[in-house]
């Protein structure tokens, strides 16, 4: 109870209202709950349930944050399930435990992590749908709680971070339909601030410029990461004046309902428009045609993430010495009929 009380007296207010703003009950106003996590997190406080834990120097558990919504829980993605069980394996060998800290879209993800912070219920943290300025960043350094981000930030790097290689998957993508003959290709990028989707148009546009081909601005498509945003991507080819004649997806999802929407117009992929998707999925073998798209092991990325994360952790740094991890995880063209028609020059 000390902890808790010397909190309160800080801020001068009651050992109530701090144990109510810790634990996220609604009759708290925000001022007052940042308030209260901004003093936890400077003070070091921790609840009384993870007491024994610091008394120890550790609670032999990692976080795993990633963003929970309704798209992710009503579409059949398996991305974050196969890095998991790579993560699981390679924690496991090390007496570590994993946590799955999962982030309503509705809510600010730094103050997410910040409750978390504040709570010290992990010793490390893996971060996830990371963005062009993320400000997780920041408040991890200044806790001083190891961490590795799954994607790169729009900032300096100066933490460990392991992203998809999407520099080759846009390049690859670009140089298979130039070669096929097609002039006007279109790119379909989240409509959100992941760091991914600017990662992501850049090396379109340099893949673009290096073949001597011009990028249509309206040929650059914001959509959702689902196959909601898929089938909103076919809608807005279609109601083009100068549709594009291929297009490359940015998301594995985003195929799904773009085939729906084209199947619906009459239109076929890889005869009318030329797809090129980002990950091979379990959903991609039911597609027809079938999906040009990348190949990687989730597991060996979870993995790797694992490796990455406990290289930053002194306790580790014997059997990981290779400090803050720089990586891009490479992706396999996987070939396809959704990419087959061939443009005449």
């Not at 520099?167 to 992941?194: C, M, T, Y």
Request: charged share 25%; with cysteine.
């Amino acid at each position: 109870m000390k902890g808790i009380k010397r909190l309160a007296q800080h801020l001068d207010i009651s050992i109530g209202t701090v144990s109510r703003a810790l634990n996220g009950k609604p009759d708290v106003n925000e001022e007052t709950r940042r308030r209260v996590l901004d003093a936890a997190a400077l003070l070091g406080y921790a609840p009384n349930q993870a007491g024994r834990s610091l008394r120890r120097g550790s609670t032999n558990a990692v976080g795993f944050m990633i963003e929970s919504n309704d798209e992710t829980e009503t579409n059949s993605d398996n991305f974050f399930l196969g890095v998991i069980g790579g993560l699981t394996g390679a924690l496991l060998k090390h007496n570590l435990d994993l946590v799955v800290l999962p982030c309503s879209v509705n809510e600010d993800p730094h103050d997410y992590l910040q409750r978390i912070v504040a709570r010290r219920l992990v010793d490390a943290v893996i971060i996830s749908a990371t963005q062009r300025r993320d400000r997780r960043i920041d408040l991890l350094k200044a806790a001083r709680i190891p961490f590795i981000a799954l994607g790169r930030t729009g900032g300096p790097d100066e933490h460990a971070w392991i992203d998809l290689d999407f520099e080759g998957v846009a390049h690859k993508a670009v140089a298979r339909l130039a070669a096929l003959g097609h002039r006007q290709i279109a790119v379909a990028i989240p409509d959100n601030e992941i760091n991914l989707g600017y990662v992501f148009r850049d090396a379109f546009e340099d893949a673009m410029a290096h073949h001597r081909l011009t990028v249509d601005p309206s040929h650059i498509i914001r959509a959702r990461s689902s196959e909601h945003g898929g089938y909103t991507i076919g809608n807005a080819l279609l109601a083009m004046e100068k549709r594009p004649t291929a297009i490359v997806l940015v998301y594995e999802m985003m195929a799904i309902g773009l085939y729906r929407r084209l199947n619906e117009a009459g239109l076929t992929p890889g005869r009318d428009l030329a797809v090129v998707g980002f990950r091979e999925g379990p959903q991609s073998q039911f597609l027809s045609p079938a999906l040009t798209s990348f190949r990687m092991s989730l597991r060996d990325l979870g993995i790797g993430l694992a490796e990455g994360l406990l290289a930053t952790m002194p306790a580790y740094a014997d059997q990981f010495p290779q400090g803050f991890v720089h990586k891009l995880w490479p992706m396999e063209l996987v070939e396809g009929e959704s990419d087959a028609m061939v443009i005449g020059r």
